[in-house]
């Protein structure tokens, strides 16, 4: 595997290096990012590492889900439980097992995570709308508060210009089966519009795991001289059967049976958004959103062999008002943004160990400025504070409330950041930064320690476990980058020290702070193209976790990949016919929740996909093919206990990935 990871890595600088002998002077670049500042900018001013992924990209991959696009961007580590995307996480700069809390995943600026430990619904993002991914790979704390730690992914939709009219179908292994549409329009009135509606449906890879899926989207706006209004509406329905992990020998018997047979959840889904975006005076801007997210769930979830019923309910709400100036300077234009974000979640789970209710807020207020020195740097400064409220109610087994009475529940934090950005030339760029980042505690990791502690005091004589604290962190970011007409590449290092990391212990069935952690790495992503129908490129992560204080100081973070390589080529033969190939390679892993790094590792992989197309008039087909050379292997692994034995032993346990996988496609576009 590591002569694989040297062969490719050698390869990407090969072509770059290849390319910059024959480089001329380009033209300075600027490419609009909204996720730097929460405003349109140019990346060159931010001190960071973002990088965008293109509607075209999307389009070429022939991906059918968000997490088979992310997984070719260097730094970020997907976790595909059953490998259709529905029960995934994603991870930036080394976050694996608890990446939903410390990578922040939106969609035009709306937050997707969630204030419990539920994984944000990747589900309810559909491909064709997306005009591009931005991914900040760097904590931004001082924009965005809590969760983004690890680093942030934006999703921004596209807006409709002119009237567009869209059909698809496509058909694949494993009974995978979906039909989309979608109709939108631009007036010249300012009025605009899109409706979409999707119909997916798919058994999947193994036993217990259909998949029943229907998202009706409707959004609305009206853009003037001055600003702009905008409507949005979705209704989500998703139905989803769950097989469980697999123990060594069940895996080696089957890979697609089912561990648990008739495990579940159904979800329903609404959401609904208004913004505004409205000059105020000249140079001076306000914009703000109101977002109101409710989803109903029940299912059912075995553990240790039995199965659990429950219902669960969210009603997250959000307001996040901002002002943007920009003012000339002597040196260039200065943009200073002051913010506030209002959360405000309705949390609510029963099951057969109890209630959890908790009403969870968030208050917090930032300010940021980017400053040109010169006309070639420029000086980030920015601050923010943040307060967290709950309002919980835990009920053990109906013997009521379980939490001491008098337990602080309420915490605030600060963040903080400063950074440069230096244009050395029209070619390259350096960047430095420094961030505080943040995360706070969720109901759920609350719920499980009042849990504990009522068992801990029924049976264990008065044995209490103590309350997580809120995680804290200091990032320190550095990178080099450069490009030309034909070619780009960048290179960061980074070193990520938490305070009081919380980690879900399986031994302890609940989420703890493990103590201080440490993450140190450098991400390399590379781009050249020999032709102007011809595209390479190549990313290369290593990331290197370590447990820095506390019980298990020394040991290795678990499930983190020391090493991950993507490789891949887009080819456009013609106006007609395009390929895509793509090699992704991940090292070994320490199985999830193995602090003590007592078990060997979990085997790394190297697959590859490919797709094809051809387009006549209005009509394209596409092909795509994941896993090419069909090869077994597990994407998740995680400690468990084996309940078949009346000891419980700890063991591993496997989700195995599926194997070769075709999708064929047939897309209708008028326009």
Request: aromatic fraction near 12%; charge should be negative.
């Given at each position: 595997?590591?002569?694989?990871?040297?062969l490719?890595?050698?390869?990407?600088?090969?072509?770059?290096?290849?390319?910059?002998?024959?480089?001329?002077?380009?033209?300075?670049?600027?490419t609009?990012?909204?996720?730097?500042?929460?405003?349109?900018v140019?990346?060159?001013d931010?001190?960071?590492?973002?990088?965008?992924?293109?509607?075209?990209e999307i389009?070429?991959?022939?991906?059918?889900?968000?997490?088979?696009?992310?997984?070719?961007?260097?730094?970020?580590?997907?976790?595909?439980?059953?490998?259709?995307?529905?029960?995934?996480?994603?991870?930036?700069?080394?976050?694996?097992?608890?990446?939903q809390?410390?990578?922040l995943?939106?969609?035009?600026?709306?937050?997707?995570?969630?204030?419990?430990?539920?994984?944000?619904?990747?589900?309810?993002?559909?491909?064709?709308n997306?005009?591009?991914?931005?991914?900040?790979k760097?904590?931004?704390?001082?924009?965005?508060?809590?969760?983004?730690?690890?680093?942030?992914?934006?999703?921004?939709?596209?807006?409709?210009?002119?009237?567009?009219?869209?059909g698809e179908?496509?058909?694949?292994?494993?009974?995978?089966?979906?039909?989309?549409?979608?109709?939108?329009?631009?007036?010249?009135?300012?009025?605009?519009?899109?409706?979409?509606?999707?119909?997916?449906?798919?058994?999947?890879?193994?036993?217990?795991?259909?998949?029943?899926?229907?998202d009706?989207?409707?959004?609305?706006?009206y853009?003037?001289?001055?600003?702009?209004?905008?409507?949005?509406?979705?209704?989500?329905?998703?139905?989803?059967?769950?097989?469980?992990?697999?123990?060594a020998?069940?895996l080696?018997?089957?890979?697609?049976?089912?561990?648990y047979?008739?495990?579940f959840?159904?979800?329903?889904?609404?959401?609904?958004?208004?913004?505004?975006?409205?000059?105020?005076?000249?140079?001076?801007?306000l914009?703000?959103?109101?977002?109101?997210?409710?989803?109903?769930?029940?299912?059912?979830?075995s553990?240790?062999?039995?199965?659990?019923?429950?219902?669960?309910?969210?009603?997250?709400?959000?307001?996040?008002?901002?002002?943007?100036?920009?003012?000339?300077?002597p040196?260039?234009?200065?943009l200073?943004?002051?913010?506030?974000?209002?959360?405000?979640?309705?949390?609510?789970?029963?099951?057969?160990?109890?209630?959890?209710?908790?009403?969870?807020?968030q208050?917090?207020?930032?300010?940021?400025?980017?400053?040109?020195?010169?006309?070639n740097?420029?000086?980030?400064l920015?601050?923010r504070?943040g307060?967290?409220?709950?309002?919980?109610?835990?009920?053990?087994?109906a013997?009521?409330?379980?939490?001491?009475?008098?337990?602080e529940?309420?915490?605030?934090?600060?963040?903080?950041?400063?950074?440069?950005?230096?244009?050395?030339?029209?070619?390259?760029?350096?960047?430095?930064?420094?961030?505080?980042?943040?995360?706070?505690?969720?109901?759920?990791?609350?719920?499980?320690?009042?849990?504990?502690?009522?068992?801990?005091?029924?049976?264990?004589?008065?044995?209490?476990?103590?309350?997580?604290?809120?995680?804290?962190?200091?990032?320190?970011?550095?990178?080099?980058?450069?490009?030309?007409?034909?070619?780009?590449a960048?290179?960061?290092?980074?070193?990520?020290?938490?305070?009081?990391?919380?980690?879900?212990?399986?031994?302890?069935?609940?989420?703890?702070?493990?103590?201080?952690?440490?993450?140190?790495?450098?991400?390399f992503?590379g781009?050249?193209?020999p032709?102007q129908?011809?595209?390479?490129?190549?990313?290369?992560?290593?990331?290197?976790?370590?447990?820095?204080?506390?019980?298990?100081?020394?040991?290795?973070?678990?499930?983190?990949?020391?090493?991950?390589?993507?490789?891949?080529?887009?080819?456009?033969?013609?106006e007609?016919?395009?390929?895509?190939?793509?090699i992704?390679?991940?090292?070994?892993r320490?199985?999830?929740?193995?602090?003590?790094?007592?078990?060997?590792?979990?085997?790394g992989?190297?697959v590859a996909?490919?797709?094809?197309?051809?387009?006549?008039?209005?009509?394209?087909?596409?092909?795509?093919?994941?896993?090419?050379?069909?090869?077994e292997?597990?994407?998740?692994g995680?400690?468990?206990?084996?309940?078949?034995?009346p000891?419980?032993?700890?063991?591993?346990?496997?989700?195995?990935?599926?194997?070769?996988?075709?999708?064929?496609?047939?897309?209708?576009?008028?326009q």
């Amino acid at each position: 595997m590591y002569r694989i990871f040297l062969l490719l890595s050698g390869l990407s600088f090969y072509l770059l290096s290849l390319n910059t002998a024959i480089a001329e002077q380009a033209d300075k670049l600027e490419t609009v990012i909204v996720s730097a500042t929460r405003s349109n900018v140019t990346d060159l001013d931010f001190p960071g590492a973002i990088t965008v992924i293109s509607s075209e990209e999307i389009r070429m991959s022939g991906a059918s889900h968000l997490v088979e696009v992310l997984r070719s961007a260097g730094g970020v580590q997907i976790s595909d439980l059953y490998g259709d995307g529905t029960d995934a996480s994603v991870g930036i700069r080394g976050f694996s097992e608890t990446a939903q809390q410390n990578t922040l995943i939106m969609i035009d600026g709306r937050r997707l995570n969630n204030a419990d430990n539920g994984l944000p619904d990747l589900n309810t993002i559909a491909l064709r709308n997306i005009d591009r991914i931005e991914i900040i790979k760097g904590s931004a704390g001082t924009l965005y508060g809590d969760k983004a730690v690890g680093g942030v992914i934006n999703i921004i939709t596209r807006e409709p210009e002119k009237l567009q009219v869209e059909g698809e179908m496509t058909y694949g292994s494993f009974d995978n089966r979906s039909a989309y549409a979608s109709v939108e329009n631009a007036h010249a009135n300012g009025i605009h519009y899109r409706f979409s509606a999707l119909r997916h449906l798919s058994d999947n890879y193994r036993d217990n795991n259909e998949l029943r899926l229907t998202d009706i989207a409707a959004s609305a706006g009206y853009t003037h001289a001055s600003g702009e209004l905008f409507l949005e509406y979705q209704d989500l329905n998703e139905d989803v059967e769950l097989p469980g992990s697999l123990f060594a020998d069940m895996l080696a018997a089957d890979r697609t049976q089912a561990l648990y047979p008739s495990d579940f959840v159904a979800t329903d889904s609404r959401i609904a958004r208004a913004g505004i975006r409205q000059e105020i005076i000249e140079g001076v801007e306000l914009q703000a959103e109101y977002t109101n997210r409710k989803s109903d769930s029940n299912g059912q979830l075995s553990s240790g062999g039995f199965p659990n019923t429950f219902i669960q309910k969210r009603k997250h709400t959000e307001f996040t008002p901002r002002l943007i100036g920009t003012f000339e300077m002597p040196a260039g234009q200065t943009l200073i943004t002051i913010g506030g974000d209002l959360f405000k979640t309705d949390y609510l789970i029963t099951s057969p160990f109890g209630i959890t209710d908790d009403t969870q807020s968030q208050y917090s207020a930032y300010t940021q400025g980017i400053v040109p020195l010169t006309e070639n740097l420029a000086l980030t400064l920015g601050a923010r504070h943040g307060t967290v409220q709950n309002d919980i109610m835990v009920d053990t087994l109906a013997f009521g409330r379980s939490l001491p009475a008098g337990t602080e529940l309420d915490d605030s934090a600060n963040a903080y950041e400063g950074g440069l950005s230096y244009l050395v030339n029209d070619n390259w760029r350096v960047f430095g930064k420094v961030d505080r980042n943040f995360r706070f505690v969720t109901a759920d990791e609350y719920s499980a320690v009042a849990d504990n502690n009522f068992f801990a005091n029924l049976f264990l004589f008065g044995t209490v476990v103590p309350l997580p604290e809120t995680q804290t962190g200091l990032s320190y970011e550095s990178g080099i980058e450069w490009h030309n007409d034909s070619a780009q590449a960048r290179l960061q290092l980074f070193q990520l020290d938490l305070d009081n990391e919380i980690v879900f212990d399986p031994s302890l069935f609940l989420n703890t702070n493990i103590g201080d952690t440490r993450r140190r790495g450098l991400i390399f992503e590379g781009r050249y193209a020999p032709a102007q129908n011809w595209d390479i490129y190549a990313n290369y992560s290593y990331i290197d976790g370590e447990v820095t204080s506390g019980g298990f100081d020394g040991s290795d973070l678990t499930f983190l990949a020391d090493h991950s390589v993507t490789v891949g080529t887009r080819y456009r033969y013609d106006e007609r016919l395009s390929g895509y190939l793509e090699i992704i390679g991940v090292s070994d892993r320490i199985f999830g929740g193995d602090f003590a790094n007592a078990f060997e590792k979990l085997p790394g992989y190297a697959v590859a996909n490919m797709q094809m197309s051809y387009q006549y008039n209005h009509f394209t087909l596409s092909l795509r093919v994941n896993n090419l050379l069909d090869k077994e292997y597990s994407d998740s692994g995680n400690i468990g206990f084996d309940f078949r034995d009346p000891m419980f032993p700890q063991v591993k346990t496997f989700f195995p990935a599926p194997e070769r996988n075709l999708l064929f496609s047939l897309r209708y576009n008028y326009q």
